[in-house]
């Protein structure tokens, strides 16, 4: 029998930062109302032609380090993103080849915030199942060249930042309870909601000849649109519900877990889970703040950051839970 377990983290974000004070003119909006509604104080924006792709080299290299592995040990990919390098192929293809690590299967998957929670349960899925030993699971975003940066798109171009992150998952024998290993996983998604949180094209669902028109770029159907009560609404239901079903179909509670790391959408989204929860404050490790959401990055980024501050050692049990478009949502439990 088989487990896996995540045997190295790495992350990266692109050095140009902006602060909220950065985005008011441009943006129309103010430090005080990104501050007061989402928590978030700057995010990471790339520059010149860096690619989505290329943010996930810088990460995986930090996470091969971490996990003292090399490129050819790595025997799968799996690349979380909503913001490809290009229509396709998927961008694991594209970081195989920069990484130079050809031959080996390279997924891309699509759920978005829900990404690297629905990664992390394909990659153990693999592991028990005996077909690889050490997968490359990767959430990387550039968000910045994707919105509307005018004041008609503020509501969502103040939370949404650029960056990767990069964990290692690897085979081991079960063994302890104690041992690192992922432990389980609880996945969910609901496409009645689909179009409260999405970006209408390029694609072929818009009525049009053409998979991308000029009159679509004039109506701005390649930028995110979002119903952000909507949204809100359901993050912290479903978070709860899927983290609290996680915890009780392992037979642990809230006082077991040592970290909680969730998904950063809103630090308003993640306090009012731990209020339902009872979670105290200081198990959950938020990232926002430097960050803003970078969607599929934010758990192994928030990871890498929590390793950094101490906050997150081996031997740790820790809850995750992620909620975004689709809408789809989960949550899972590790042993560190
Ligand atoms: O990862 C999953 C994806 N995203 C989320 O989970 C986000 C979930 N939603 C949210 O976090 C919140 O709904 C937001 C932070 C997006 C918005 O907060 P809100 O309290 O729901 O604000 P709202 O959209 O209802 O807008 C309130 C007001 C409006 O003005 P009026 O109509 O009251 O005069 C907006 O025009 O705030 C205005 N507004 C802004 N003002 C300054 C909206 N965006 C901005 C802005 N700066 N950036």
Redesign the pocket.
């Known amino acids: 029998m088989y487990q896996s377990y995540i045997s190295g983290v790495g992350a990266y974000v692109p050095p140009r930062s902006l602060t909220n004070f950065d985005l008011e003119k441009p943006?129309?909006?103010?430090d005080e109302?990104?501050q007061q509604?989402?928590g978030i104080v700057k995010r990471h924006w790339v520059e010149g032609d860096t690619s989505t792709s290329d943010l996930a080299v810088e990460a995986t290299k930090e996470a091969l380090e971490s996990a003292k592995l090399s490129k050819d040990d790595i025997d799968c990919i799996i690349f979380a993103t909503l913001s490809p390098d290009h229509e396709f192929p998927g961008t694991g293809c594209f970081l195989q080849a920069k990484m130079d690590m050809s031959g080996i299967p390279a997924f891309d998957i699509r759920q978005q915030?829900s990404g690297y929670i629905y990664g992390l349960s394909m990659a153990d899925a693999f592991i028990k199942n005996g077909m690889y030993k050490n997968i490359l699971l990767v959430g990387a975003e550039i968000h910045s060249r994707g919105m509307d940066r005018t004041p008609e798109g503020?509501?969502v171009a103040?939370?949404f930042g650029d960056g990767a992150g990069a964990t290692i998952l690897s085979r081991k024998e079960a063994g302890a309870d104690n041992e690192s290993h992922v432990i389980s996983y609880d996945l969910h998604a609901d496409g009645a909601f689909a179009k409260e949180?999405w970006t209408p094209g390029p694609g072929t669902g818009n009525g049009k000849e053409e998979r991308l028109t000029t009159s679509m770029i004039d109506e701005k159907l390649h930028y995110p649109y979002?119903n952000?009560?909507q949204?809100?609404m359901h993050?912290v239901k479903r978070m709860a519900e899927s983290l609290t079903y996680t915890l009780k179909t392992n037979g642990k509670s809230v006082e077991d877990v040592d970290l909680f790391l969730f998904?950063q959408?809103?630090m308003?989204?993640n306090d009012k889970v731990g209020e339902i929860m009872g979670i105290p404050p200081e198990k959950v490790f938020n990232t926002i703040q430097h960050y803003g959401?970078t969607?599929a990055a934010t758990i192994p980024l928030g990871m890498r950051d929590a390793i950094k501050a101490g906050k997150l050692e081996r031997g740790m049990l820790v809850g995750m839970a992620a909620?975004?478009?689709g809408f789809t949502w989960g949550s899972g439990l590790m042993r560190f």
Do not use: E, K
């Not at 943006?27 to 103010?30: A, E, G, I, M, N």
């Open positions: 943006l129309d909006t103010s109302w990104i509604r989402t915030c503020r509501n103040v939370l949180l979002m952000g009560r949204v809100f993050a998904h959408a809103n308003r989204i959401n969607t909620f975004g478009s």
